[in-house]
Nanobody, 125 residues
Framework: QVQLVESGGGLVQAGGSLRLSCAAS????????MGWFRQAPGKEREFVAA????????FYADSVKGRFTISRDNAKNTVYLQMNSLKPEDTAVYYC??????????????????WGQGTQVTVSS
């Protein structure tokens, strides 16, 4: 089983930046597509960003494109989400997810096998 642990969330003012990290426990991380999702109170969980297992190829939700960057370091079994120019509407619990053995970029919740516990991001106006 792949265990995922997110960190780096917190409180930030609008226009600020945060860098989220997601550390994976298993060697299979290097053969897993990775993604970030978020869920705000009263709303459904939504896709944020995804990256294929070899890196390089990424995909972003329109709402974060140009502001967020997903990356991974397979040597450290870690995926990152750099969030710049944060807005109050970015406030949510952010989850990382792994799709083991998936070679492409996964953008649907059902494509992912394992999920982290989430980390809270709050953006004040």
């Amino acid at each position: 089983q792949v265990q995922l642990v997110e960190s780096g969330g917190g409180l930030v003012q609008a226009g600020g930046s945060l860098r989220l990290s997601c550390a994976a426990s298993a060697r299979t991380f290097s053969r897993s597509a990775m993604g970030w999702f978020r869920q705000a109170p009263g709303k459904e969980r939504e896709f944020v960003a995804a990256i294929r297992w070899s890196g390089g190829i990424t995909f972003y939700a329109d709402s974060v494109k140009g502001r967020f960057t997903i990356s991974r370091d397979n040597a450290k079994n870690t995926v990152y989400l750099q969030m710049n120019s944060l807005k109050p509407e970015d406030t949510a619990v952010y989850y990382c997810a792994a799709a083991v053995g998936f070679a492409g970029v996964a953008i649907r919740e059902g494509q992912y096998d394992y999920w982290g516990q989430g980390t809270q991001v709050t953006v004040s106006s």
